[in-house]
């Protein structure tokens, strides 16, 4: 486990694309796993500015994406699909054959997490899998529960997921209750994982995360037993940290 404290988000950012461009120039056609959310906005503005300056080239990089909306079009202006290509895919000059998120209109829910599944599995995994991180300590939207589930599924959000949610949306609109989301197995199969995680309201679930018990209760904590995993926290989403625990720990 490698832990970057930085001074605020603008840091945060920088690092986390320096992590995400170095991939892709070592390995050009990379499979990127991808994350929505506020967080990774920044990452992507550094990333497209990169771009524009022929730092970087996305033509041979693959991306899947962690979740979606079950029930929102790609052209609904709340669903992740265009929520990429609104913050990077339509900036770059990555191919849209090689971009890949759950369909949020599918009929059926478990034939669309198979094909999901096999796209993954067809792409030979993933190289650098993105994450933020819920205040439940969900990843993706494997929320809390008994077990961890491990390929693609349909899930229920929770409660506090819906509420942390429906800022993003306009008034009036309704959240959905339902996501199709990447399983626990898959993001920890990915050959890299990077966490990104920002704001004061995210101090103790990063810390429950990094030094409590590994627990379905807390998605993210199985986080830990992944050999190459990286955190990188501005100063409030890091004050909570003890890294004297993390050391003992392992």
């Given amino acids: 486990m490698h832990i970057y404290k930085v001074k605020d988000y603008k840091e945060l950012s920088r690092k986390a694309a320096n992590i995400v461009s170095a991939q892709i120039i070592l390995k050009p056609d990379s499979v990127l796993g991808l994350a929505t959310g506020s967080t990774p906005i920044g990452i992507y503005k550094q990333l497209i500015e990169w771009y524009k300056k022929k730092d970087l080239d996305f033509n041979d990089v693959k991306s899947v994406n962690l979740d979606e909306y079950k029930g929102l079009s790609p052209e609904n202006k709340q669903s992740y699909h265009y929520f990429m290509n609104e913050n990077l895919f339509r900036h770059v000059n990555i191919k849209p054959e090689n971009t890949n998120l ?4 599918a009929d059926d829910a478990l034939s669309e997490c198979n094909r999901f599944n096999k796209v993954i599995e067809q792409l030979g995994g993933i190289d650098l899998q993105i994450l933020g991180l819920g205040h439940n300590g969900h ?112």
Avoid: W
């Avoid at 990188?232 to 003890?242: T, V």
């Fill in 102 to 105: 759950p369909d949020g209109m």
């Fill in 139 to 250: 990843i993706g939207f494997n929320e809390p529960g008994d077990t961890f589930v491990k390929g693609t599924h349909c899930v229920a959000l929770t409660k506090s997921t819906l509420e942390a949610n429906a800022r993003l949306f306009e008034a009036g609109e309704t959240v959905p209750e339902y996501a199709f989301t990447m399983g626990i197995k898959t993001i920890m199969l990915a050959k890299k994982i990077l966490l990104v995680v920002s704001g004061s309201d995210k101090a103790k679930i990063l810390s429950e995360v990094l030094t409590g018990p590994i627990t379905p209760q807390v998605p993210a904590s199985i986080l830990q037993m992944h050999t190459d995993f990286t955190v990188i926290a501005d100063s409030q989403a890091a004050e909570l940290i003890d890294e004297k625990n993390i050391n003992e720990k392992f």
